[in-house]
């Protein structure tokens, strides 16, 4: 299965409808990969919370809509990154809010396969909690090749349990798209490592890189091998990371040390 995670690099002075069009034109020359993989919140500024409501959309709208046609025109399933999502039914959520930070996974038809809106929001008290509702629900979709991809988003990388109940729903690998900054990027690489290694998964992990709104993005994404071999792993500039990977491994990793099987709930 070929993997190409695009870790996307911008500042702050590209206009949204350009970045649409560089994304799109970037998904399109990946043509042949099976599964193709964007940052978080690519669209909206990973760090650029004051433009978020501005930039933020329905699953329905132009950026999803634009993914969708690279998606088909490439023929792959393409995991988007995440969207500030504002829904156009007027949806809104138990602390108010009408905004959600989501991953959208589109089929190599163009249709929306999954998905998932951001459990953990980064923060503390200002940023995504302060602007955001969390997610609440568990989302894995069925790629091909037998692969059973959980979906999670940046700081949900911190939280062990997701990845854990993302295991006990048969996942085999997890995909993760950030905008994780350069001053943390060491917790980054072990957490990625630590996630395969304690779940025996695959981590297909799409990092942002550039600056904006002040931030230097770490890159550094990654495919991780369920022993925690890094497969291949990106530098801190823009770069389409393309790598094979072999979804036996998963369970031929399982079969020779079954640590999971130790497991006292
Ligand atoms: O946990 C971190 O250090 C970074 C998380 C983050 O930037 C995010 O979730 O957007």
């Not at 929306?112 to 503390?124: D, E, L, N, S």
């Not at 690998?173 to 957490?191: D, G, K, Q, S, Y």
Request: with cysteine; proline share 5%.
């Amino acid at each position: 299965m070929r993997i190409a995670l695009i870790q996307l690099a911008y500042g702050d002075a590209e206009s949204l409808p350009d970045r649409v069009e560089r994304v799109a034109a970037l998904v399109r020359a990946q043509a042949g990969a099976e599964l193709v993989v964007l940052p978080e919140l690519w669209s909206a500024g990973g760090f650029s919370y004051r433009e978020w409501d501005e930039r933020s959309q329905d699953i329905a709208g132009p950026v999803v809509t634009a993914l969708a046609a690279a998606a088909r025109d490439a023929g792959v399933w393409l995991h988007g990154g995440s969207i500030a999502e504002h829904p156009d039914s007027g949806e809104i959520g138990v602390e108010g809010k009408s905004l959600w930070n989501t991953s959208v996974v589109f089929a190599p038809d163009g249709e929306v396969a999954a998905t998932y809106r951001k459990i953990h929001r980064f923060g503390f008290a200002g940023g995504e909690p302060k602007l955001m509702e969390a997610g609440t629900d568990l989302v894995l979709l069925d790629l091909p090749d037998g692969v059973r991809a959980g979906l999670s988003t940046c700081y949900d990388l911190r939280f062990p349990e997701l990845y854990r109940a993302q295991l006990d729903e048969g996942a085999t690998a997890f995909v993760i798209p950030a905008a994780w900054p350069m001053a943390r990027v060491e917790a980054w690489r072990l957490l990625l490592q630590a996630r395969a290694i304690e779940d025996q998964c695959f981590v297909f992990a799409c990092n942002t890189a550039g600056t904006h709104a002040g931030t230097q993005m770490g890159g550094h994404s990654a495919v991780i091998a369920p022993t925690g071999e890094v497969l291949a792993e990106a530098g801190a500039d823009e770069q389409v990371l393309t790598v094979d990977v072999d979804p036996a491994t998963v369970a031929q990793t399982r079969e020779a040390f079954p640590v999971l099987a130790d497991r006292r709930l």
